[in-house]
């Protein structure tokens, strides 16, 4: 497994109020094409009103959980990033690109910010595979 890294695309506008979302789609298929031979995965995480869920998409399989009302954002969109990864160390695949729109939780788990429980698990997580 290569070593992770994180994108931003540093093309698109940084205010998306005053972005077309066709801008985006735009690159992201830009994206996609670029990246067509590895398989994706989609995470994301959202709070409405008091409840907490997260999602992983993953070829034709959706996962929902439903996650403690107390769990800020920041750990739900790491944690929706731990059960990718937890997809790709089961996968017989090699190549894969998770999706992410959690800028946060993509920077922490590319060095910057170490200190909480859901980084660490991914750090394990990925140590741990790179002996298989």
């Keep these: 497994m ?16 005053n972005t077309s979302p066709e801008i985006y789609r735009n690159k992201f298929f830009e994206f996609c094409d670029h990246y067509k031979d590895f ?6 995480g959202s709070r409405m009103g ?3 869920a997260t999602v992983l998409v993953y070829r034709s399989t959706t ?6 009302n107390t769990a800020s954002i920041f750990s739900v969109e790491l944690y929706t990033i731990s059960l990718a990864l ?8 090699n190549n894969f690109v998770i999706f992410s729109d959690s800028m946060s939780s993509l920077q922490a788990l590319s060095g910057l910010k170490l200190e909480t429980h859901f980084v660490q698990h ?3 997580l990925y140590s741990s595979h790179q002996q298989w």
């Design 2 to 17: 290569a070593t992770p890294m994180y994108f931003r695309c540093k093309t698109l506008p940084t205010f998306k109020d």
């Design 122 to 124: 991914y750090e394990r």
């Design 86 to 93: 937890t997809v790709i160390c089961h996968s017989k695949h």
């Design 50 to 52: 008091n409840q907490v």
């Design 39 to 44: 398989s994706q995965l989609y995470t994301d």
């Design 63 to 68: 996962k929902t959980t439903r996650l403690p």
